[in-house]
């Protein structure tokens, strides 16, 4: 069945980095593209980022553009979040997925001081 884990999160001071993991497995990785999706308490979700099947082609929110890049390993069934000079604003729960209806647990992700 299709399963997503992420890893990688974890309490950093405002300016500080962090890589995010996800490990998809259950469906043809390297033939789906993959996002990244946030959701911060009292707040929906939202698409973080997104990377084509190749990963030729990558997209962004207009507020985590030119701090965030987000990669894949198709021979890993792994998709990444690498994440600079992080916000205050940038805590959430982060998740990967590729559009089907099963979420991981997601990988908490908080920015203070």
């Known amino acids: 069945q299709v399963r997503f884990v992420e890893s990688g999160g974890g309490l950093v001071q405002p300016g500080g980095s962090l890589r995010l993991s996800c490990a998809a497995s259950g469906f043809p990785f390297s033939s789906y593209a993959m996002s990244w999706y946030r959701q911060a308490p009292g707040k929906e979700r939202e698409l973080v980022a997104r990377?084509?099947?190749?990963?030729?082609?990558?997209t962004y929110t207009a507020s985590v553009k030119g701090r965030f890049t987000i990669s894949r390993d198709n021979a890993k069934n792994t998709v990444y979040l690498q994440m600079n000079s992080l916000k205050p604003e940038d805590t959430a729960m982060y998740y990967c997925?590729?559009?089907?209806?099963?979420w991981g647990q997601g990988t908490q992700v908080t920015v203070s001081s």
């Open positions: 990377i084509t099947s190749a990963g030729g082609s990558t």
């Open positions: 997925n590729a559009g089907f209806i099963v």
